[in-house]
């Protein structure tokens, strides 16, 4: 029998790449997907085999984080041996608009999920896309151990839900964990980060469709890694002996300004001369510095990056000229994965 894989989130950037994984790895994978006007599963439309079809490994279900007895039916019928909880209102500067919202989907979505695997009375394990935002205002470098001190209603919703999940790992001895993961991007980044927001505007720049980018804090230094590695390590915990909770990250250092250079250098172009400041991409209170020490994922998972920060800003560049220059084109990656696939 193979192993069955339920994803929260799969049709986001993370939850993509971690169902083309687990397909790899020939789980069966259901992905929870949100019923909308419009269908927005392009991240996992090349994945898909219409159902009838016998080689078929890959199912979508409707449900909604804030709809607890649907996630208790969804999970009774379909027992799957591993729950990874990517989904959530996962902008921090959103979350300043919609603080409640992102409260009921991003810390009370986790505790619903949580209790849909206690009630449905399953042995699952079970992991929660945690985040280094929850450090806040703690200086760098942050590990395990580091306090939390968010600075965003995201931040504390995923504080909460760091915790909850631990108490049910604690409580009910459930195998639960929380990949504490630094920021990671990749040519399927929502377009509102601000990797991807830069990335775009330079090849929209080169390209001669756009002359200005408006931006907020370009003093913001953060650790950005690949997407495509991460979903290993999310992977990786699961399946280690005892149920533990890990940082992932490349220990990088780099500030916004720092990845406009690398981006638009890579283009031929200079920076100074398109971006231009608004105050509205600032955050009320802003978190400062983020780097990650991952060394205890590497230690005990085996696990660390191989993509850092300036590899990362010119394979989008290169991405997203792409995207451009064939417009209809789905999602392309440009980094071969085999390596972290097998
Ligand atoms: P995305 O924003 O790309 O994806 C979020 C996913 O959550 C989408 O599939 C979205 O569905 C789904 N979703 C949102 N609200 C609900 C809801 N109420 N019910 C069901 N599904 C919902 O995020 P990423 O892929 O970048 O991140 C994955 C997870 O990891 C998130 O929890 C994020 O907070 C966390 N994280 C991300 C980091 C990063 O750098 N990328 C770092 C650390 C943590 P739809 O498509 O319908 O909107
Ligand atoms: P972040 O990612 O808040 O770290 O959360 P984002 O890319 O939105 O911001 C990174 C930093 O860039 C500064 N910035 C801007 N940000 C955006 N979006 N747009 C701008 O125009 C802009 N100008 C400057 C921000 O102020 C910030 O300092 C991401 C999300 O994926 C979370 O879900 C995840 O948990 C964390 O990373 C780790």
């Not at 979508?60 to 607890?68: N, P, T």
């Not at 989904?87 to 992102?102: K, L, M, W």
């Not at 049910?168 to 980044?189: C, K, Q």
């Not at 031929?268 to 209170?285: C, Q, S």
Request: net charge negative.
């Amino acid at each position: 029998m193979p192993k069955r894989a339920v994803i929260s989130g799969i049709t986001g950037q993370d939850g993509s790449y971690l169902a083309e994984l687990l397909l790899k790895k020939g789980y069966e994978v259901h992905g929870l997907i949100r019923r909308a006007s419009t269908f927005n599963t392009a991240r996992v439309d090349h994945l898909y085999v219409d159902p009838h079809d016998p080689e078929a490994k890959l199912f979508l279900h409707y449900g909604d984080l804030s709809d607890g007895s649907r996630l208790v039916t969804l999970l009774a019928s379909l027992r799957p041996d591993e729950v990874y909880n990517l989904a959530a209102q996962s902008h921090v500067r959103v979350s300043f608009d919609e603080p409640e919202h992102t409260a009921d989907t991003t810390g009370m979505g986790t505790v619903r999920l949580l209790e849909a695997v206690r009630l449905a009375g399953i042995d699952t394990r079970f992991y929660q896309a945690s985040s280094s935002e929850m450090f806040g205002a703690t200086p760098p470098p942050q590990n395990e151990d580091t306090p939390f001190y968010p600075r965003s209603p995201y931040g504390a919703a995923k504080v909460y839900s760091y915790w909850i999940t631990r108490n049910y790992r604690e409580a009910y001895g459930m195998f639960a964990v929380n990949g504490i993961l630094f920021n990671h991007e990749s040519p399927r980044r929502g377009e509102t980060f601000v990797t991807r927001k830069i990335t775009r505007a330079v090849a929209a720049i080169k390209a001669g469709q756009q002359q200005d980018l408006y931006m907020g804090n370009l003093d913001a230094i953060r650790d950005w890694g690949y997407a495509a590695e991460y979903v290993e390590g999310m992977w990786r915990m699961l399946q280690a002996d005892e149920p533990e909770d890990f940082v992932l990250a490349t220990g990088g250092n780099y500030t916004v300004r720092d990845f406009l250079t690398i981006a638009f250098e890579h283009a031929g172009l200079n920076w100074e001369e398109h971006v231009k400041f608004d105050e509205r991409y600032l955050r009320p209170t802003e978190v400062d510095a983020l780097v990650g020490d991952a060394s205890k994922a590497q230690e005990q998972l085996g696990w660390k990056a191989t993509i850092h920060t300036p590899d990362l800003a010119r394979l989008m560049v290169d991405a997203d000229t792409e995207i451009l220059k064939h417009s209809g084109r789905s999602w392309i990656d440009t980094v071969n994965l085999d390596s972290w696939n097998d």
